[in-house]
Each structure stands twice: as structure tokens, then as C-alpha cells.
């Protein structure tokens, strides 16, 4: 029996861009054919996007997916690819009745075609609904599993959530004598979850007694970032390939004939894990400009290693030409701080503008007379206005700046400094924000380049210089023990009690439990409104942020 | 067999404010025994305030609740009522593996107390994740149907969606020849929901052979509103007792002897559409401000009839001393725009101020050479930084007057007019806002009182003035009939080949449907950030945004 070749195919799919999503199916089934493939599997929901949140109930988006995926079928056959088996993911066009009663939901299908025809659907079992996944309330569930046959050799198909489940349709392949396990995956990153990745594929294999090939989606979706990494496992459970993480690609695997050992492909490097970071919030912010329309970011540069950090990612993802930097410079900023931010931009060969916020200052000062907390947001809400105004004149994505440990503990402007459609470090602490920065820096070094983030950026007190001599310590808690409190309540909601037992000094626990509860309460007021006739828009109307699909 | 006493205790309870929400329970069962009662029935999760979304996963919140409740049992016992059968709704302090293999969960329980103990607990069956909805996120489904013996008769008890779904506990109930059924529910408040829920009861309480007691929780909870209106449905489906809606209220009914015909008790009258759909705005608002811990709010008075509507439902919700009116004129702002909002301050009795935009537009201007929507959009910013600063300054909640129409088409500044922690008309359409304004007036007219919005801020054509004799018919299709389109599109979900076979003007859905797209993308834009390490702030941590508890 001859080898069977499989093609993954990692691709950066858009949620609503059902043109380009199927053109690119088009485009890389005519690599996988090229490189002599009898398979080439998709990531899941390769034709709508993922993830689509409540565009799922929508009935003419679900017509129109529909449409695009019968339109792939006829041009793949049309092209002589109709000898390909192409997995492809999809949202089904009907709609199920939920056997509790709950309301009629499509569901979430990988859908085989093969000479021109949609020759298998398979709808997903396990419906994940917890931490970013709402899956239950958009999708119904399937319950039938599905075996293909691919050159006299049989493949099982499921997705993403299905091995991470026990029981389910992985559980019915083990009575199903197959060859291969094939799972099409729409899976986020998350730090170190790769190694997650493949033990379980290591377990579900060993189950069902066949290499299993996890083929995973790349690239930036709203708050969503995809990390590719798609690999094969033998039955034994021995990794096999692997595809590198944060780019397109296409993993070829051969499975062989029983009577041979496994087939070895491609086994791109590990990356470390402050690279895999970096790389995962530039791969975010790449998406997220592109997908939305914009070719050029703007935010404030203040010589401080938050926007210093954000804009050498923003080059990175977008070239540093298309990164406008204003110094925004108060009665307060420092000489250096004035310095490292003209400095930062030409390293990075940024558009560098400097615009005083003194004289709106003073206007709304005089106006208003205020003075404490409220003067200090007003110069942050200034800088909110100059950015926004830029962005209204010029077309230009504004990013806001502050990292999570501020947002945290509120150390932010509503309307000011959290101004901005994209956070690019709204989930990475200030540890990790200097970490990532002199990661970057010596990645320069050793590619004998000039590293893009001034030193003293680095290595000066943190301050957010809104009066006189002001440094974040004078109100926080020293950042490596403040992130160490936030992880344990933020991140993996201890309590107090767990906090004090793991050796915290109540005062530093009081301090930080205080200022998160607050922030949080701060944060979630604005902005908001209520629900009274139907439907509003909040949280009953979830819909995806960057969506390119329109009312046909 | 003598009647058996049952009180309906629709009361407002706060999320997180386990203190206030048990002391609540203590002081309404006080009540409901000096009036007799056997049986009083408070709304689901009355100890925990509703909904909790993520706090339910946080073990110090669940142990909280349940030394709540059971310092709650002992209290009673202790203060003679521990006859009295208490029922209660709380989340269960353990977590239940879920049998799909997804994350551990809690569940959503209601609590039977007597003679200082917990009697029975009861797991709510049917979790709806659907709309408002995210209860399969956060709870595991109960299994087990719950029947009390309260003075010799058997009262069945379910919980809220547990009577909206076929099958599961109502089902059991058939074969339990029960005397009662309790519901206890967090229903939110929908335009003619309150039919929906009497007539679902009626078919329940005929599946079951038994009159169905509905307790409703009442009072703004973040962006939803509760309305109360608890009720009692007779066997054979009449009306037998009905609470008003909006108000905590105690609604008393008798379960009479099988023998003799029903009981009737009380029965509030129905509200018009217009007055519920005020009264619910109002009870939004009043329960944002309290639970939020603010006593005043401050808004921008422009002279129309948005902020003119929302004053008014302030004045009604707080007193019209604790509401800050803010004049910004520009310099395209009509003088009867001035004296329309120097009037409406003074029929509220508001606290009214001038503060014109020109001395910081100017600024901004000169600084910043913006033209075109850029410098429209500065306008609304600059009066966004105003209200913010006076908000930061004297602690009034900030209220953003957008209406649902304007807020659909993106007739609305980010960080400008869309300022505020609460929109009161997010969800009332333009049509809608003119006919509040006019039930308003009426109410007051017959009243004897003078009508507190003046008469040319509702007949006038509505205008942003963010440009010389600019009006918004200028770029929008007549309210009427946007609103039409609007309800199609949004709230049903209408694609485009349903609204042109309803008959509606190609070119006014063209133009409808790209606003919308427009500006559902642009509004969720801001602000955002991607998710990297573990958790981020955003999708993947629900918390309430009124939560009183703090970590113990």
C-alpha cells in the first residue's frame, strides 16, 4: 500500500472575509497538490473566519458562507484539484434545535470536499464555553463521528475541542480501525500551551492507535491571537512534525503503510519563551491593523519603556514608517524622557512629531480650575484628544499604551492614556514588558543591528510624570511583587486567604486587592448602558470586532 | 385542611452585597410572618444579587454566600421566625465536574431554610445561555427535582429558565401531585414580556395540575433592569394575584384547601407601553447610581430632546437637586438651543452651569489645524473632557444622552458625546425617545404639574450643531422609518433580501446597512486588547460591573 501524503495547512484566515478566506483554500490546495498531497486539512472555520460570535445566528451570513464554500468545491474540481481531499471548517447553514429547548443554533462543521461535491460534513461535539470560547451559545452540538476514506486508508476527522474532551466522537474512533486522526483546530495561544498541545494529541493517539495531525490556525483575530505550531504525532505518541509558530506555512507528512516505521517531517526550533511572547503580541497587532483597514498606527511616545516597547513591536509588525510618535510633553516630562522618545523614533525610523500639551492645559485649567486627581487626567485626556484627532485627520489605528499591571491596579485614564483601538500590552505585566524589551534589544545585538529601544528607557524609574518628581514605586508596590500578587488573585483568582498563606505581607495583599477591586469597578462603568426593549448593543449582541463579511 | 400562607418577596438586591441582600432577607421575612405568612419566596440568587457571571468561579465569593446564608438561618431561628419556611436563591459553594468534561462549575441553587437550618437545596436545571445570558459558562445543571411539605401540602420549587424549557423538573412535578409550584427568577425586563411570562406559568401550572407562584427580582443590575411584577397563576391558568412593577413589593396569596375555589389577592394594574418602558429606563438608572455609590450625575444639556429625555428621567430617578446640567455651546449652537437647556434645568430644579467650548477649541485648533469631521469630533471630546473633569472633580457619575437609533448609524463621537458610565437611552430608539418625552409631559400635565421638558425641545428638528444649520435628516432617512429599518436589521436579524421583500426603499437600506456596519465595527474597535499570556481583561473575565463584594 502506497504512502498517503498529507498537507496542513496553516493559514491566517479573517472572520467575514468569506472572498479571501476561500481564495486562499484555492490558493494553498494548489500548493498541498503541487507538493504531490492526497489530503490538505484547513484550519477550523476556514471559510467564515474564526471566532464568528453571533454573526453564527445571522442567517444570511450563514447563506453566504454556504454559497462561497459550494463556489470552492466547483473551482477546485474546475482546476483539476477534484482528486484532492480538502478539509475545510465552516458554520452550517440550518439551524438545530437544542434537545434542552434552549434556542435554534447552526453548528460548526469541518465539511470535506472532493471532486467538486461537499463529499462528508461533520459537526463539532464539544462546544467549548468557558474563558474566551462561547461556543454553547452560538453552536449546537454534533453527535455522529466521521470517517473518511483517503486512498484506501481510513481518516478519522474532528475539531479542536473534541480531543480535548474525553469521550465524544474520539472515543468512537477507537472501534473505528483508523489510520489517521486529522483534527482541524481554531486554538489561541496562550503561554507554553503548546507543549499542552501536543501531550494531549500524544494521549488521544495512543487511544485510537494512530498518528493524529493538528493542523492550527495563524495570526491576529480581535483579542484573539493564533499561533499555528500545527504537528503530527505517531501512535506511540513520538512527535513527528512540526510547523513553526506565527506564519502561513504548510506541514507535509507522509503517513506510511503499517508495515513501515512512521515517516519524520520538518521540526521547526522551539522558540523561548520571552520570543514566543513577543512574537504572539506582534502577530495580534499585525492582524488587528490589517484586518481593520489601517496601514499606519499612532500613539504617544513618552520615553518611558511601555510606548518605547509598543512601538518597536508596531515597527516590527508594520515597518517603522508607519508608525507616527508624538511626544506629548507636560510642565512635568523630564529632559530625558523628551530625549529617549526622539531618540526611540529614529531607531526605528518612525515619523516623529512633538506637540506640547501646555497650552490646552492651561485653557481647560483656567476654564475649569481643577486641581489633584482631576489636573492629572486632564493632561492624560488631553493626549487622548491630540491622538484621536491625529487618527480622525490622518487615518491612523491609535494604541494605547499601558500594560497589565497598570490596567490592573488602575493606574490609567479613562479617556486618557486608555484611549486607543488596540492594547498591545493590555495582557503582558511590567516584568514582562521590561523582559520583552531587552529580549528584543539583544535579538538586534546578535543580528548586528542597532537594538531599537534606547537603554535608558530600560533602566530609568518608571514614572508617569503627571507632577512633580512622581515614580510609579511612590503609590505601588515594587513590580516584580506587585506581578507575583497579581498572577495568584488576577489570574488564578486565589483569595485572600490563599494569598497570606503563600507568605505575602498583608499590607502589600491589602494595597493590591484594593486597587484591583477598584480598577475593575472603575473599568467595567465605562462605557455602558441598559437593556430595555429588545435587543441593546452590549452584551446580549456579541458580535466579532473585525468582521469583513456585509450584508449580500 | 387550613389555607397555607404565601408571601412573594420581589425584592432589589445588589450583586456582591451579601451583608445588604441577607439583611433584606431578615427584614421581608419579618414582614411576611407579621402578615401571616407560611411560606415567603424571595427571587433567585437573593444572597449573591444577580447575575455574578465570572464571580461564581471565585471560591472566597462562594464561601462567602454560604456563611451568608447559613448566618442568615441562624438569625432567623434566633429571632423566633424559624417556622417560617424561607426561600432563598444563592450559588452552591462546591464545584461539579460538568459529565461533558468541560471546567468544574458551581451551581445555581435555591435554598430552603427552617428552624435555623438549610432544609432542602434545589439545582437549577435548565442554564440559559442565550441573549443577556451566560449560565452554561458559569453553573453546572442541577439533576434532582426538589418538593418541600409546607403545613401538610406539597409545594414544588424550580428556578427561572427551569419553566421556560419543555421537560426537566416542571415535567417530574406532573407525577408529584403537588399542591404548589414556587418559581423563583432574575427575569429581566422586556417590552411585553410580562404576557409572555403569565401565559408560560398558565401552561405550566395546567401541566402540573397546580396554581404556579412567580417571584420576580426587581431593580437596575448593570445593564439590565428587573422589573418584578411577581404574580400567582391559578391551576386552571387565571391571573389570581399580581404585584405591581419597578417597586419592591410583598405579595400575599393564600393556597386555599383543594375543596374550596382559588384565592385572589391583589392585583396590580398594567402599565401602558410608554410609561413601562420609562419606568424601566428610570429604574435602570436609579439602581446604576446607588449600587454604583453615587448620589448625582452630570450630563451635557444641548437643548434637544435627548438630554432634555435623560435629565428627566434623572430628575425622577435621584431629585432634580442631584443632577448636574452642563451647557457647552459652540459656536454653532442655536440661542434657543441655550434657552431650551437654561429652561429644562430650571423646571427640574438642576444644578445648571455654562461652560463654553470656544476658548479650548480654539487651542486645540490653533495647535492642531484640524478641518472636516476631525474637527466636528473635537467638539464633542473637548465637552467629553469637560463633563469628565467635573466628574473626577465633585464625583458625579457621568451620563452619556446618545439614543439607540444614533448610536446604530454611528452618529455619535468616540470619547466625545459617547462619554459617560451609563447611557440611559442605549437601548430606546429615536421614535421612542419622542414619545417618552411627550408620556412625560402628559403625566405631569395630569398631574397638575408643569411638564418638566420644554415643548420646543420635542417639536424641533433635531440637530447635532456640530456645523452651521447642520440637522440630521441632513445625512440620515426621517426617524420613523430609520427606526423601522433599524428593528428589522438589528433586532431580527433581517438580512437584505428580507427588508426589500417587506417593501423598504432600496436606497434607504443601502444606506442603513452600511451606517450600521459602519459603526457596530467602529464602536467595537474601542478599546480592545489582545489576549497572550493566560487571562487578559476582556472577554475571557465577565465580571459584574456592580459588585459589592470584596474579596473577605
Not at 10 to 37: F, H, K, M, P
Not at 66 to 72: F, G, K, N, V
Not at 413 to 422: F, N, R
Not at 505 to 519: G, M, Q, T
Request: glycine residues 10%.
Amino acid at each position: 500500500m502506497a504512502n498517503v501524503r498529507i498537507a496542513l495547512a496553516q493559514i491566517d484566515t479573517c472572520v467575514g472575509d468569506l472572498e479571501a478566506n476561500t481564495q486562499a483554500v484555492l490558493e494553498w490546495s494548489r500548493r498541498a497538490a503541487a507538493a504531490g498531497a492526497d489530503l490538505v486539512a484547513f484550519p477550523e472555520m476556514t471559510v467564515t473566519g474564526y471566532p464568528i460570535e453571533d454573526l453564527a445566528l445571522r442567517a444570511s451570513f450563514r447563506r453566504g458562507a454556504e454559497a462561497a464554500l459550494q463556489a470552492t468545491a466547483a473551482l477546485l474540481e474546475a482546476e483539476g484539484l477534484g482528486g484532492l481531499v480538502v478539509v475545510v471548517g465552516s458554520v452550517g447553514e440550518e439551524l438545530r434545535s437544542a434537545p434542552d429547548g434552549s434556542p435554534a443554533r447552526p453548528t460548526n462543521q469541518a465539511v470535506v470536499l472532493h471532486h467538486g461535491q461537499v463529499q462528508a460534513r461533520y459537526d463539532k461535539h464539544h462546544l467549548p464555553n468557558y474563558g474566551v470560547f462561547d461556543e454553547y451559545r452560538i453552536f449546537a452540538a454534533g453527535t455522529r463521528a466521521c470517517v473518511l476514506e483517503v486512498c484506501g486508508r481510513r481518516v478519522g476527522l474532528v475539531i479542536c475541542e473534541d480531543i480535548w474532551q474525553d469521550g465524544g466522537p474520539v472515543a468512537a474512533m477507537d472501534d473505528a480501525d483508523i489510520a489517521l486522526l486529522v483534527v482541524i483546530n481554531g486554538s489561541p495561544f496562550e503561554e507554553g500551551k503548546g507543549h499542552l498541545r501536543t501531550e494531549l494529541a500524544a494521549r488521544r493517539a495512543h487511544e485510537v492507535g494512530a498518528p493524529v495531525a493538528y493542523v492550527n490556525m495563524v495570526g491576529g483575530q480581535d483579542d484573539l491571537v493564533f499561533d499555528g505550531g500545527s504537528f503530527v504525532v505517531g501512535a506511540d505518541g513520538t512527535l513527528l512534525a512540526r510547523a513553526p509558530q506565527f506564519v502561513e506555512h504548510l506541514l507535509m507528512w507522509d503517513l506510511a503503510d503499517d508495515a513501515q516505521p512512521p515517516a519524520r517531517g520538518e521540526l521547526a526550533p522551539e522558540l523561548e519563551v520571552d520570543e514566543e511572547i513577543y512574537r504572539a503580541v506582534q502577530t495580534g497587532l499585525a492582524g488587528y491593523i490589517r484586518k481593520n483597514g489601517f496601514r499606519s498606527v499612532v500613539l504617544g511616545l513618552s520615553g518611558g519603556i511601555d510606548s518605547a516597547l509598543v512601538a518597536a513591536i508596531s515597527a516590527d509588525a508594520i515597518g517603522g514608517s508607519h508608525v507616527v510618535g508624538v511626544s506629548m510633553p507636560s510642565r512635568y516630562s523630564s529632559e530625558h524622557s523628551k530625549d529617549d522618545a526622539a531618540d526611540l523614533a529614529k531607531r526605528l525610523g518612525a515619523d516623529y512629531r512633538i506637540q506640547p500639551i501646555k497650552p490646552m492645559v492651561d485653557v481647560f485649567e483656567a476654564e475649569l480650575g481643577l486641581e489633584g486627581v482631576a489636573a492629572e487626567n486632564l493632561q492624560a485626556r488631553v493626549r487622548g484628544v491630540i491622538l484621536m484627532g491625529l487618527s480622525n485627520a490622518e487615518g491612523h489605528l491609535v494604541l494605547a499604551t499601558g500594560n497589565k499591571s497598570e490596567l490592573a491596579v488602575g493606574y490609567s485614564t479613562i479617556y486618557g492614556d486608555a484611549v486607543g483601538g488596540y492594547a498591545p500590552l493590555k495582557d503582558v505585566d511590567k516584568s514582562r514588558v521590561w523582559a520583552l524589551a531587552r529580549w528584543r534589544n539583544n535579538a538586534a545585538l546578535d543580528a548586528g543591528e542597532l537594538p531599537p529601544i534606547p537603554e535608558s528607557s530600560i533602566t530609568k524609574p518608571p514614572s508617569a510624570e503627571l507632577r512633580p518628581d512622581q515614580v510609579d514605586q511612590d503609590s505601588l508596590p515594587p513590580y516584580d511583587l506587585l506581578d507575583e500578587v497579581l498572577d495568584a488573585y488576577v489570574e488564578n483568582a486565589e483569595g485572600r486567604a490563599e494569598l497570606l498563606a503563600r507568605g505575602f505581607d498583608p499590607e502589600i495583599v491589602e494595597k493590591v486587592l484594593s486597587l484591583v477591586d477598584r480598577a475593575e469597578w472603575k473599568r467595567r462603568q465605562y462605557p455602558l448602558g441598559p437593556k430595555v426593549t429588545g435587543l441593546a448593543f452590549g452584551r446580549d449582541r456579541r458580535l466579532p470586532i473585525t468582521s469583513l463579511w456585509r450584508e449580500p
